[in-house]
């Protein structure tokens, strides 16, 4: 029952942080656009920032399932596992999508004519506010890579442990049900 209260207030607490994040990016979007109107300097930056950052976010794509399967003993605790490591793909998969549209943004201000004032500036804000929302998202990534390499050394930790150990474990485990 303890671990249900915990789960609901991380989720809540995921929630607030998504729509703080989407009040802070719409804000910086339509207010700081002024300051990339012309600056390719800014747009470059940006743009470099976001090529380097989806390239270590597959790098953390392809380490997410490889500590559960060492970790896991058999089928049932693979299947049990299964959920947890789709949400965990699909939140980095959407945050990868949308460094790719935030880079798409970036083109797309580079291939409007100057003739079409009203529709670059609406790409300015977006491309503004999305980056400053992914650039906000993306600070879940440290943990995300903190929490695979401990998963994987708990993997490790597991298999090397001595037989006397796992017995004694399995039989403190079988007392308690």
């Keep these: 029952m303890h671990t249900e209260a915990k ?16 009040i802070v990016s719409c804000f910086v979007g339509y207010r700081f656009q002024p300051l990339i109107a012309g600056n ?22 392809t380490l997410i399932a490889e500590p559960i399967l060492k970790q896991a003993t058999d089928w ?12 965990q793909l699909l939140r980095q998969k959407l945050l990868f999508f949308l460094y790719l549209i935030t880079l798409g943004l970036a083109l797309a201000m580079f291939l409007t004519p100057s003739n079409f004032p ?3 500036g609406w790409f300015q804000s977006v491309f503004l506010g999305l980056a400053t929302f992914v650039f906000l998202a993306s600070f ?29 474990e399995k039989k403190a485990s079988l007392k308690k049900q």
Excluded: C, H
Aim: no cysteine; net charge positive; hydrophobic share 55%.
């Design 118 to 120: 009203a529709l670059l």
């Design 7 to 22: 789960f609901v207030r991380s989720d809540w607490s995921r929630v607030a942080k998504i729509l703080l994040a989407i």
């Design 40 to 61: 390719s300097n800014a747009v470059n930056t940006v743009v470099t920032i976001f090529s380097i950052l989806a390239g270590f976010l597959i790098a953390v794509i």
């Design 76 to 87: 049932k605790e693979l299947q049990l596992m299964k959920a947890t490591i789709r949400r």
């Design 140 to 168: 879940s990534l440290p943990g995300s890579l903190m929490k695979i390499q401990m998963d994987r050394y708990d993997a490790a930790l597991e298999e090397t442990k001595p037989d006397a150990l796992k017995k004694a």
